[in-house]
């Protein structure tokens, strides 16, 4: 019989501090909600202030004892990272959860504020600053743990460190940058892990992924006309956010996982389900590409640490 962990497994998170990025909808803003609803003080960290406000009321209303907050943060902004993490450290002197979920996905070319491609600054480059920005945080707090979000798609990505950002737009496809972007993630992740352990931190680095979820990010493919009509069908096809919130959830609470571990859904090709440990490529393992990506990820942001 398979394993179905829910949200009632999650534990007592009171006293707890928690920052999911991109919550104001889909699977952050569920991530966010379970976490809130167990007590954890868990910030919203969003880039539009009005949705993630939103968002926040959402889940008072639902709960008016949850202490959720919104707190801004554009990952496509190197500036404005390093201005979340002044205000986060003002007000609070640990962390106990960092979820690294926001993310773009399929957008056109184009440039972040720092000159990155889009999908790989803000989906990768800016949590890889967020992370290091955060790290003393992490470490001096006990069973610290950072779950970061990938996809089933980084199966079918590659790296190219000599045009890793896809300069100029060499390269450049929509699809090829987000799977990039999320097999940097997961690679990431490892990578994270391998240096906690190397230091004996307390602090573990986890990895998920949704599966294949309804949530809003679907109206990313109405670039292309013939998928347009079928985005409401897909939404109500494919599994519900909530559900496809577990691999994160679990990632980022369960007492018994461990640093280095990858969750996702169960069911067939890992596309729905409930989470369990889930297998990745070869190419995320490969302890040379965990060095290249993290040093290119160093030079890339000016965020160096472990």
Not at 40 to 60: D, H, W
Not at 63 to 92: G, I, Q, T, Y
Not at 132 to 144: E, P, W
Not at 259 to 267: A, H, L, S
Request: aromatic share 10%.
């Amino acid at each position: 019989m398979r394993e179905k962990w829910t949200t009632t497994d999650i534990p007592d998170l009171a006293g707890k501090v928690a920052i999911v990025t991109g919550a104001n909808s889909g699977t952050g803003f569920e991530t966010a909600r379970a976490l809130a609803n167990k007590g954890a003080q868990t910030i919203l960290a969003c880039r539009n202030a009005g949705k993630g406000q939103a968002a926040v009321e959402r889940i008072r209303q639902e709960n008016p004892k949850a202490p959720a907050e919104l707190m801004n943060l554009d990952l496509a902004s190197l500036s404005s990272v390093h201005e979340f993490v002044r205000k986060f450290r003002k007000r609070f002197n640990r962390l106990n959860i960092l979820v690294n979920n926001a993310g773009v996905l399929w957008v056109p070319y184009g440039s972040t504020e720092d000159g990155f491609e889009r999908h790989l600054g803000t989906n990768f480059l800016g949590h890889f600053a967020l992370t290091g920005l955060l790290m003393d945080l992490l470490q001096r707090t006990a069973n610290s743990r950072v779950v970061t979000v990938t996809s089933v798609e980084h199966y079918l990505a590659a790296i190219d460190f000599n045009n890793f950002l896809y300069t100029n737009g060499e390269g450049f496809s929509r699809l090829k940058a987000y799977r990039r972007s999320k097999l940097s993630n997961l690679i990431f992740a490892y990578e994270l892990q391998r240096r906690l352990k190397a230091v004996d931190s307390n602090t573990i680095s986890l990895a998920a992924h949704p599966g294949v979820t309804g949530t809003n990010m679907l109206n990313s493919v109405a670039y292309l006309w013939f998928l347009k009509p079928t985005i409401p069908l897909a939404k109500r096809i494919f599994q519900s956010p909530a559900k496809g919130a577990l691999p994160l959830i679990r990632a980022a609470v369960d007492p018994n996982a461990r640093g280095g571990q990858f969750y996702g859904p169960d069911g067939l090709l890992q596309v729905g389900g409930y989470p369990v440990i889930v297998p990745s490529s070869k190419a995320s393992h490969e302890r040379e590409n965990g060095r290249r990506l993290w040093e290119t990820a160093q030079e890339l942001t000016g965020v160096y640490y472990l």
